[in-house]
């Protein structure tokens, strides 16, 4: 046994998390960071959190993941960290020169209390940002939220420092895709492009944390929003933005500063998700659904009627951060299956576990559901009545294994398993992956758990 | 360019390059402070009489902005002696990430059936997720909470808490609350202030995490276990199986391992340590306090060893059974010698004429740079440059050093236990006159060489090596291997060459002893010789120019 000392009985805890479901902001402002073109991200912190971020985000994409530090010494700790923060920016654009460096905080230098904006004026006022280069920042203790809040922060302070109403108004729609893969960016962004609407995403992994294979290494990849398109968002017709956690704080920053109305949607994962999704963009932008798109949306509508009768009543246990926790319960139940138990570890509020509860009323079983809750809680849960599939990142497999539960892994990180950050589970296409994905792992059990007489060679 | 003149006798060559020059082009681009910091951590090797080699500046602070390997103070505290224990919970004071962070991120493999309560919370991970309420009114109540909590759950027998950076600026006194604890539930509970901005680097943590075991866990168990030859094995962290490997070549020669430090570990085998007869060193940067302490209070005399490579392994065995002096021992070491050592000969004749002459650059750890030299020299490569990422002078130019190390205000601040011969338990395993004998004959205690010594004038030897000259010394060289850790390795990939990673083995291992040596020279081979290095270029672009074309129909 790998959890060995998990119990079935749970006793109430409030100060110990045993086994988290989330981490902390800087490493979400991290990854929003790198989705911007020709950006560094930087932690102005002690050296150890950009280890640990650079390792965790390295080990999901499989991918150089480059940031910088202020490397905060005891003596900063106690003086502050402007000079460190200067001197980083000195050296940086010396070294690196980079278009933009993206500055995010730590617990550490949010307990100090450092005035970053204060910090990147005096930077500018010495001569220490060449012209046409950014130092940009987002306010992300990591004793606030959670991951999910620091990628919400950043790409907030990607509408803060760039987004203007610099023009005419375009026929461009902004796209918020939220904390998804960059092979869900692209695909998104393909989804806008195959009905003939011109977009702007942001932040936007794709093509930096998925890259080729090349040769020649770019510390600034292909990829990436670039500094004209973050600018030019302040002119666009609206925004569709994805994920309430990740992305509504951008969305509304938008329509505050530059009269930019948006939508509020759930991430677009699964048959309606997806629909809402193509919706929006067609009422918003003013065009008709392509036939290409309802082809897609009929394949993947076929394949879950062929499948349905291995979904239908299978219970699931998930957990995750919760804008995709929440799309794929609705997914989940949408396909006839049972999601049980549910738990994300970032606190997302009432609201958020109304919808949850609202989404899954209508399951003939007992629903549990932990709002900012943590895997030693799932794991007791499950000790006490099973689930037929799990859904989580990586550290799920432990308690797959434990208690012999088949187990796709969704979400992040991702540290023992390839193709993530290449196929997408957005749109229908990435709707397909899933459901291919959740059959394989139903129909893999039900053949090794089959008997010699009853083993079928077709299902 | 002072340095430069002095050179200028003796011309060095390093893979027909002047590595004078490299040096000159890896400063070029940064501001002169910074050159001229960075000028005293780039030392072209050159060993002298009595192994003397040039000084280098190391375990100096990080330079912001310039992008380096390094972590915290607090992954080297929880991540080198108690992380890899399992039988104690490791409770992160702070916010959720660090926890996070370190939870199994490490390769430390454990066996908890061979112990006798089985317990293993390595697969756990417990924090106390710190929110800005307990911030601004301090997390003291917080954490006494979860201690009790981890207790009322779990039942452990120890209790560990480490510090984040938060902690110590908000004041949370832990060794209080752990005091407290441990007199109210009655089990070992102690704690580390490991607050990540302490020192330059992972090695502060090291220090802080040697420092806690010996107080609070080293000493507290006299049972003197059945076994001869009595060992304990420190710096060793069984990353992907290596202790497992040491452990069985030990077993066949009829060594027992009392502890180690910290592979497969327990904390019931660290608090019975000092019953051994002599420490053994693997790395020497992380774990050396420990050894040193234990030799002053308990009279535990240590020696460095090395089971990287098949040789170094043998030469280790040697020196153990030199030792105790007892030609069954000797006897039986010489035979387990013989009968491993021709399986791996036979493996690295194999393969090394393919890799013979490959080039090797390695920067990594704090010992790992100068070990795994071994094995590339037994596959026959070239190694034209190397660096610690944490390391201290001693750990490059050999612990004679120690004394002229400055001791500057970062290193200040980390304590330095005042350790006394123990009243009742100091005891010295051997004689001065022993000792001398055994001098005599070789064996040195309390004694490194350091990485410099053992690499070829004219290498390269870089300190907390930044990704600019990581770039730019792949530009230069071209090597065929380059080794270091996970963050470095996609980008070195992306040029083209295959990154082995020595913190985590890429996850492969074992690769200490006879049988790793063998696992090692396989891992190589594949990595140097794969074939997917070769389909970079499209068909299209290794002849772009259209010289026919189809013509249909």
């Keep these: 046994m790998l959890l060995r000392h998990t119990t079935k009985e749970i006793m109430e805890r409030s100060a110990l998390t045993v086994n988290p479901a989330k981490t902390c902001q800087p490493v979400g402002a991290m990854y929003a960071s790198l989705g911007i073109h020709g950006c560094l991200p930087h932690s102005h912190g002690s050296q150890g959190c950009y280890a640990y971020h650079r390792t965790a985000l390295t080990r999901h994409y499989k991918e150089p993941v480059i940031a910088a530090t202020s490397a905060f010494t005891e003596g900063a700790s106690v003086f502050g960290g402007q000079a460190n923060l200067l001197q980083a920016i000195d050296n940086i654009f010396a070294v690196y020169n980079p278009d933009v460096i993206a500055v995010h905080t730590t617990c550490l230098s949010e307990t100090i209390g450092d005035d970053i904006p204060q910090i990147i004026n005096k930077a500018k006022a010495d001569g220490k940002i060449p012209d046409g280069k950014y130092v940009i920042h987002a306010n992300t203790p990591s004793y606030v939220g959670s991951h999910i809040t620091g990628f919400s922060n950043m790409t907030k ?11 005419p108004k375009q026929k461009t729609i902004n796209l918020i895709p939220g904390y998804v893969e960059p092979s869900d960016m692209s695909e998104i962004k393909r989804i806008a492009r195959e009905m003939g609407i011109s977009s702007l995403m942001f932040p936007d992994t794709s093509q930096v944390l998925n890259g080729p ?30 994920g309430r956690m990740a992305s509504l704080a951008a969305a509304r920053a938008l329509d505050a500063k530059c009269k930019v109305p948006y939508e509020m949607i759930d991430l677009p994962i699964g048959l309606q998700a997806t629909d809402i999704f193509v919706d929006s963009l067609r009422k918003m932008a003013g065009v008709n659904v392509p036939e290409s798109l309802s082809i897609e949306r009929g394949q993947l509508l076929d394949v879950i009627t062929d499948m349905q009768q291995y979904f239908f009543g299978k219970r699931v246990a998930l957990v995750g951060d919760p804008d995709q926790v929440l799309a794929l319960t609705k997914f989940l139940v949408s396909i006839d299956m049972y999601p049980v138990y549910i738990v994300t570890g970032s606190a997302a509020g009432k609201k958020y576990q109304k919808a949850l509860e609202e989404a899954t009323k209508d399951i003939p079983h007992e629903v549990k559901i932990k709002v900012g809750g943590d895997m030693l809680l799932l794991h007791q849960w499950i000790k006490n009545l099973s689930v037929d599939l799990l859904i989580g990142n990586t550290y799920v497999k432990y308690i797959a294994k434990d208690e012999d539960i088949p187990f796709i892994r969704f979400g992040f990180p991702i540290l023992d398993r390839i193709g993530h950050s290449y196929f997408p589970t957005v749109g229908y296409k990435g709707g397909l992956r899933l459901v291919e994905k959740i059959l394989d792992a139903v ?14 060679l077709v299902l | 360019m002072a340095d430069r003149n002095q050179q200028q006798e003796v011309v060095m060559s390093l893979d027909e390059q002047n590595p004078e020059t490299v040096k000159a082009d890896l400063l070029r681009r940064y501001p002169i402070k910074i050159a001229r910091k960075r000028s005293k951590q780039i030392v072209v090797n050159k060993v002298g009489a009595c192994d003397d080699v040039p000084q280098i500046s190391s375990n100096v602070r990080t330079i912001p902005g310039l992008i380096g390997q390094r972590g915290c103070c607090y992954a080297g505290c929880k991540g080198v002696v108690l992380g890899p224990t399992r039988d104690i919970i490791n409770i992160t004071h702070g916010p959720i990430g660090c926890g996070f962070y370190s939870w199994l991120t490490r390769r430390n ?42 207790y009322d759950n779990f039942k452990p027998k120890a209790i560990a808490v480490f510090a984040t950076c938060p902690v110590g600026l908000i004041g949370d006194d832990i060794h209080s609350v752990c005091r407290e604890m441990k007199e109210k539930l009655g089990i070992n509970v102690f704690g580390f202030s490991c607050e990540g901005y302490k020192g330059v680097s992972q090695s502060a943590g090291h220090h802080i995490a040697n420092n806690q075991i010996f107080k609070h866990v080293v000493g507290l168990d006299d049972t003197v276990r059945e076994g001869e030859y009595k060992v304990n094995l420190l710096g060793e962290y069984n990353i992907g199986g290596d202790a497992f490997e040491i452990d069985r070549i030990f077993k066949k020669c009829g060594i027992s391992i009392v502890s180690t430090y910290s592979g497969n570990s327990s904390i019931d085998d660290f608090s019975n340590s000092h019953t051994a007869d002599l420490n053994l060193i693997m790395c020497h940067r992380s774990i050396n306090y420990v050894a040193e302490m234990m030799d002053k209070k308990y009279g535990i005399p240590w020696i460095k060893i090395n089971f990287i490579g098949a040789e170094a392994t043998a030469k280790s065995l040697r020196k153990i059974a030199g030792y105790f002096n007892d030609q069954k021992l000797i006897d039986r070491v010489e035979q387990v010698i013989a009968e491993e050592l021709p399986e791996v000969k036979k493996a690295y004749l194999e393969i090394r004429p393919r890799t013979e002459g490959k080039k ?17 020299n037994e596959l026959g490569m070239k190694i034209l440059s190397a660096g610690y990422e944490f390391a201290h002078r001693d750990d490059y130019e050999g612990r004679k050093v120690i004394p002229s190390i ?36 070789g064996i040195k205690f309390s004694d490194y060489e350091g990485m410099m010594p053992a690499m070829k004038d004219g290498t390269l030897i870089i300190d907390d090596i930044s990704q600019f000259e990581t770039d730019a010394m792949i530009e230069i060289f071209k090597p065929d291997i380059f080794c270091a850790g996970i963050k470095e390795k996609y980008s070195v990939q992306k040029h083209g060459i295959p990154l082995k990673q020595l913190h ?20 190589i081979d594949r990595m ?7 389909y970079i270029k499209a068909p299209w672009e290794k002849n772009p120019e259209l010289t026919a074309t189809y013509a249909w129909g």
Aim: aromatic letters at 12%; charged letters at 25%; one cysteine or more.
């Design chain 1, 213 to 242: 294979m090349t040769g020649h290494y770019q510390m600034f990849p292909a990829g990436g929003s670039k500094i004209k398109d973050l600018q030019s968002t302040g002119n666009s017709l609206g925004t569709i933005a994805m």
């Design chain 2, 360 to 376: 090797v650059m390695l920067f990594v750890g704090g010992s790992r740079a100068h070990h795994y030299q071994e094995l590339f």
């Design chain 1, 157 to 167: 302070a990607m509408v803060d420092y760039f987004s203007s109403q610099n023009g």
């Design chain 2, 406 to 441: 400055k001791v500057d205000a970062d290193s200040r601040n980390i304590e330095e236990l005042e350790v006394t011969p123990d009243p009742g338990k100091y005891s010295p395993r051997k004689s001065p006159e022993e000792m001398n004998a055994l001098e005599n004959q």
């Design chain 2, 528 to 534: 140097v010789n794969s074939k997917v290095w070769g």
């Design chain 2, 109 to 150: 493999q454990t066996d908890p059936d061979s112990s006798e309560d089985k317990h293993n919370f390595i697969p756990y991970c417990f924090s106390t997720d710190m929110q800005d309420e307990e911030i601004i009114f301090g997390g003291e109540r917080k954490l006494r909470k979860a201690i009790q909590e981890a």
């Design chain 1, 443 to 456: 129909l893999d059990r039900k053949d090794r758990d089959s008997t010699d007489i009853n083993f079928e």
């Design chain 2, 504 to 523: 985590s083995y890429d996850y492969g291992g074992p690769y200490a002893g006879f049988k790793g040596a063998i696992n090692f020279y396989k891992e």
